[in-house]
């Protein structure tokens, strides 16, 4: 992510309902502290946090981490070079984030090490079985996708450009099944209690055992 295409992450994601969203997640939660990897410019630990939650946050984008820093101690570091020296009761990695991550089982594995026993691992991602329709006018004004398949998995390409901005942005989104997400987890220390689908993406929610 470049460092302009940061600098409007909030307007451009302006119409995310955060509020709600936090409180969905309190309701599933175990009460006490929270680790909220990849927690942008921390609109989501802001509302946690009035909900009496003890947020931290992790996130490697340096402008979005320095936002989020007022609100919250941020880790500067992607979850995989990650060497946080404590653990938490629950870890939340929202917003598609782990579709993002260049190491998902690695990543898995770190989540679990920073966990406490029986601590939460909520995932909001996109899986093959997402229903994402190209007829979404956002995601048609937002960007062209490719997708290739790759040892079982899908990579897609989002070529992002806003012509107000004169932004272009390009990721690799990695989409797996549900059978795939879950045996990920399951080798990495987790129990999957739910899978959620909201329409679009899905709240994956996790122990750790």
Avoid at 49 to 70: R, W
Avoid at 75 to 102: A, G, P, R
Wanted: aromatic share 12%; charged share 25%; glycine share 6%.
């Amino acid at each position: 992510m470049t460092n302009k295409f940061a600098r409007y992450y909030e307007k451009i994601f302006r119409d995310k309902v955060y509020v709600a969203e936090a409180r969905a997640l309190g309701l599933i939660m175990k009460k006490g502290t929270v680790l909220d990897v990849g927690c942008g410019t921390g609109l989501h630990a802001k509302e946690l946090i009035k909900l009496g939650f003890d947020v931290e946050g992790l996130e490697p984008q340096p402008v979005l981490y320095e936002k989020a820093k007022k609100i919250m101690h941020v880790y500067n570091t992607t979850i995989e070079d990650s060497e946080i020296q404590k653990t938490y009761d629950n870890i939340i990695c929202m917003f598609q984030t782990f579709n993002y991550i260049s190491e998902p089982k690695i990543a898995a594995r770190k989540m679990h090490s920073l966990l406490n026993k029986n601590g939460k691992l909520i995932i909001d991602m996109l899986t093959e079985e997402s229903k994402l329709k190209e007829s979404v006018w956002i995601w048609d004004w937002l960007y062209t996708r490719k997708a290739t398949t790759e040892r079982g998995r899908h990579k897609i390409w989002l070529n992002y450009w806003f012509p107000f901005l004169n932004i272009k942005e390009q990721f690799t989104h990695t989409t797996p099944s549900h059978k795939d997400i879950v045996a990920l987890l399951n080798n990495s220390g987790f129990t999957v209690d739910k899978i959620i689908y909201n329409g679009m993406d899905n709240l994956i929610v996790c122990t750790a055992q």
